[in-house]
């Protein structure tokens, strides 16, 4: 006997979980197409070199990775945003600027923990083809409206410029790429671990010297509205031209635009907004769910104007916006936005006896026909088991019909949530039913 | 630089192939929940033992499996059913009977062909917990409602029992397991290779005599209506009380269920139908397109009584049906039943220049909050540029709003498809734009 068991920090869906998620799932995909989003779908599995590289050492390492039965070097999706990169690389034909979203499971083999898995599902949207601050914005709004159409009130988005962080890092001198990424990923830990931490991994681990550490946090620790960090504050610190100086700019047109769009109530510059992924090169953001503290990020994302690059000659912007499914779905449950869902199918057709078999077939049947959701019971079983399965699963009715019921062409239909019982001419009986459920429903 | 390239035998789905995929979807999932069927997700990833030794000797052959990082033994999934099964008897208290259905992708490592894909998705239907033909009955009947809900009026649902197939190779002496496996493979490919190809099999792999693979043919050989072949033709077959006997029985009483939900004339028994996979104990179905001559089967499934009790002491039967989605829309589209989705968001605002960026970023804000899906032009470019793109990528409107416009408060609105062009209000924008877009998709 094999035991059965699954993999630690993968996960079962049942149908408890499946439902409330799926119900969400159609919430996100119904803005995605309302946004003018396209769906795509790429395979799990990869070429090795195609995800190598674009995510930091770290990545490379979490990949789930295997020389497959032809001896290719091969690995699981890391992200949904490197295939999609190859995939603009790869058909040149797609339209572009092109809108696509994707929701389906990545791998990553981090070490499990609280709310850390080796699979979990991603959800992005991107626009590939605009290197403006408008297809920034139109990816941030569209965050927002699924929040909101999520049905959460109070929620932050965040958002920095990773070309402002790169004039922070060339003003003191820190070398572009693993470097300048390494210190990135170490301030990007500064919400969770706090200053004094902070401090001392960019000394021991990225081998900042005290004085570079002190300009790090006069630049964090710059302080007032979005606005005025963007119009006054921000200005001094990069010189005319410079690649910071650049970011500032980019900054002030995404908020401007995203102002336009009236989500100056929903949106602030937080220059500790760092991202650890290698490839973002302007705009970055993540999004807070604001009543509930210490959850992290529920959604996030930036521009990526290097990363298809990779892959082809044409040098292709993109920028783009990941939901992590389950970390939002977990923070609406302790929101309390999302509950219980329903069971769909509200009528259970039991089975009297092995005689009436058929009889209950026909009526499923008929019932069905009629546009209502309906179970058969699949077993002849004790009438009381059959029932106590119907309220168990969350059903509204059960039909019952016994040889006296069958000779008389009635059947009774009994309504467990009023525990009250009619009888109905079979004929009469999906009308009825129909009637009842949509009763029920409005 | 690295070369964009997908894996052989996997596929990218661009937008085109993914919009009538996931409206079959829909479909598909709208009936497993009228038949009170409830979402479950399990991961792509099983320890590889769990899969090991359910799908016969060529099957283990074909899973992706490897060593993960902590050493492990894993393998990626290769059907949707025996992780089904691992989760039965993992949770115990799932309430049983107990119905799932699954959307997802597995993975088989075969040698790519023609429609033969080492990723594709399944969509399965099981019902857990029930040993009695009504359930074979109501899995079949699904599945016939999933076809006939897709809108094709010709399919026909064949089906047979591998206890008929047992009491067969129990009357030529084939042994129990693999010998017996072996004798099902062959004739499952007698539609396809033809009789001789087939006896030639039978003797030269499976080893049978001349007077064995006669004693098949004999079988495979009888013909008649279902009901004659069940109540006449087989029952001289087999010995009274032998598992041939049981399997005559349980084809009637499937039968006569099939025929009081009044799917006589769809349903069909076929002797040929052996089905590759173990795991089958009982009824085994298989539903073709009638129209399309030699397309293969676009669904099937059957009974497993004996696969849950690999991972648990207790005995629990099970039944179900597969849907190859991509087999499925490929006959759909043959048949001509699905053609081209039309691009969801069929508002395109333009961006006149980068002085009204801000103006069309509100008007588009306005046009969605109407509950209208529309698309922003994510950059400052060409207006030819931007309605080119529209009509490209199936728009049916476009909004553009130059200086003049703001001005005066109005915005020019474009049909794309009849080539007129009306100015309305800003302010009238959206109720216009709803007015028009309701009137396009009724």
Redesign the interface.
């Known amino acids: ?7 630690k920090g ?6 408890q979980d ?2 409330p998620r ?1 119900r969400m799932l159609e919430v996100l995909e119904r803005v995605f ?15 090795a ?2 995800l190598l590289g674009k995510y930091g050492d770290e990545g490379d390492n979490l990949l ?1 990775r ?5 001896e ?1 070097d ?1 690995a ?1 999706r890391y992200d949904l945003t490197v295939p999609l990169a ?2 603009v ?3 040149g034909d ?2 572009r ?1 092109f ?2 979203y994707q929701m389906a ?1 990545v ?1 990553r ?1 981090e070490k499990p923990g609280r709310g850390r898995f080796r ?1 979990f599902m991603q959800c992005d949207g991107d ?1 590939i083809g ?3 601050c ?2 920034d ?2 990816v941030m ?1 569209l965050g927002a ?1 699924m929040i909101a159409g999520l049905g959460v009130d109070n929620f932050a988005v965040r958002f920095n410029n990773r070309k402002v962080l790169s004039g922070l890092m060339s003003s003191i001198a820190v070398a572009e790429g693993e470097a300048e990424m390494g210190v990135l990923r170490t301030i990007d830990k500064l919400p969770k671990i706090g200053e004094d931490s902070t401090r001392k991994l960019l000394r021991e681990e990225n081998g900042l010297e005290e004085a570079q550490v002190d300009r790090v946090f006069e630049f964090l620790g710059l302080s007032g509205t979005t606005s005025e960090l963007i119009r006054e504050k921000l200005c001094g610190f990069f010189d005319d031209g410079s690649v910071g100086a650049r970011g500032v700019e980019e900054l002030g047109k995404v908020f ?2 995203l102002c ?3 989500l100056d109530s929903r949106v602030e510059l937080d220059l500790s907004i760092a991202r650890g992924l290698n490839y973002y090169t302007g705009t970055i953001y993540e999004t807070f769910l604001t009543d509930l503290d210490g959850f992290g990020a529920v959604m996030s994302g930036g521009r990526y104007d290097g990363l298809i690059g ?4 044409q040098d292709v912007p993109g920028v783009g916006i990941s939901l992590g499914i389950d970390r939002l779905l977990a923070g609406l449950r302790e929101l309390g936005v999302v509950g219980e869902e329903p ?3 509200s009528v ?1 057709v039991t ?1 009297f006896d092995e005689d009436s ?3 209950s ?2 009526l ?2 008929r019932i ?1 026909s009629a546009g ?9 079983a004790k009438l009381k088991k059959q029932l106590k ?1 119907a309220e ?2 969350g059903k509204r009715f059960a039909v019952i019909v016994g040889p006296d019921e069958a000779e008389k062409g009635v059947v009774q239909l009994k309504d467990l949530l009023t525990r009250t019982q009619d009888e109905v001419a079979m004929d009469d009986l999906a009308a009825t039913v129909l009637t009842k459920v949509k009763g029920q429903s409005s």
Request: charged share 25%.
């Open positions: 006997m094999v035991q059965p068991r699954i993999l993968f996960r079962d869906y049942l149908p499946m439902l799926q197409r309302d946004y003018g989003f396209l769906p795509l779908m790429t395979p799990a599995l990869e070429y070199d195609v789930y295997f020389l497959d039965n032809g290719r091969v699981l190859r995939v690389a790869q058909y797609l339209s600027p809108r696509r499971p791998w083999a699979e626009i605009s290197d403006d408008i297809a914005a139109e709004q409206d401007d635009i336009a769009a009236g990779v892959f082809t000659r069971a769909p199918a259970l089975i078999v058929e009889t077939v026909a499923a049947r069905r209502v959701g309906c179970e058969l019971y699949p077993q002849v399965y168990r699963v």
